[in-house]
């Protein structure tokens, strides 16, 4: 069963603190794990890529990675208003027939409200 | 400017009306990629394909048809389109496979509504 599990929020935070959004996925063998942000009504854009475990910043946001328990996490530093969006972790999967070819499979999202 | 665009952006059609959702993307990327979004389901892919002439099922392709003569261009087709196919559909592409790491880019959406 290919799962990717996230709190759907809304999680809200005053301007200027650090927001928090996490994700567990299903698959222990998953290498790559992205991080999107969505606004409403527009396409998601990449925030975030990690593939190692431990912490990976750049700028206001920092991935963190735990393969041992399938846990990613983002955080973002010194929230400003514009960062109020859905954020999307996405894993992909292997296909069941093997090779290199893998579904990204998205969580359903945690909307993101910072209150200035 | 490197991008995926998708054609049209709002439609709105008849149940059984046959229609086709063009994607295209000028970043010469071998994936491409279907999804729908739906409140409360997230994001779920629908089909993709790996090259020209490779194409394989996602999650969700029941009603759906795809197919990949040229490496820009991969259109979504609806043979006999149903209410419940009415969302929001966005196409994908990436250099190759998000298994090894590759970053999706999205186009703007369709906004889809089956009456």
């Known amino acids: 069963q290919k799962e990717v599990e996230q709190n759907s929020g809304p999680l809200s935070v005053p301007e200027g603190a650090i927001a928090s959004l996490n994700c567990t996925y299903s698959d222990r063998g998953s290498q790559s794990f992205f991080w999107y942000r969505q606004y409403s009504g527009k396409s998601p854009e990449l925030i975030m890529s990690?593939?190692?475990?431990g912490d990976k910043e750049d700028g206001r946001f920092t991935a963190q990675l735990n393969k041992a328990s399938q846990y990613v996490s983002l955080l973002i530093r010194d929230s400003q208003p514009s960062d109020s969006a859905t954020y999307l972790c996405a894993v992909p999967f292997l296909v069941n027939y093997g090779g290199s070819q893998g579904n990204l499979i998205f969580g359903k999202g945690t909307k993101l409200s910072v209150k200035p | 400017e490197a991008q995926v665009t998708q054609n049209p952006r709002y439609l709105i059609t008849v149940t059984g009306k046959k229609l086709t959702v063009t994607c295209s993307q000028n970043m010469n990327h071998e994936y491409m990629s279907w999804y729908r979004q739906d409140p409360g389901l997230g994001l779920r892919q629908i089909y993709y394909?790996?090259?020209?002439?490779?194409?394989d099922k996602g999650d969700v392709p029941e009603g759906y048809k795809v197919s990949r003569k040229e490496k820009r261009n991969f259109p979504l087709i609806l043979e006999s389109p149903s209410p419940n196919q009415t969302s929001l559909y966005f196409c994908?592409?990436?250099?190759?496979?998000?298994?090894?790491?590759?970053?999706?880019?999205f186009g703007p959406g369709t906004r889809l509504t089956v009456l």
């Open positions: 994908a592409s990436s250099l190759g496979a998000s298994i090894n790491g590759n970053e999706q880019f």
């Open positions: 394909s790996m090259n020209v002439e490779v194409t």
């Open positions: 990690i593939y190692s475990n």
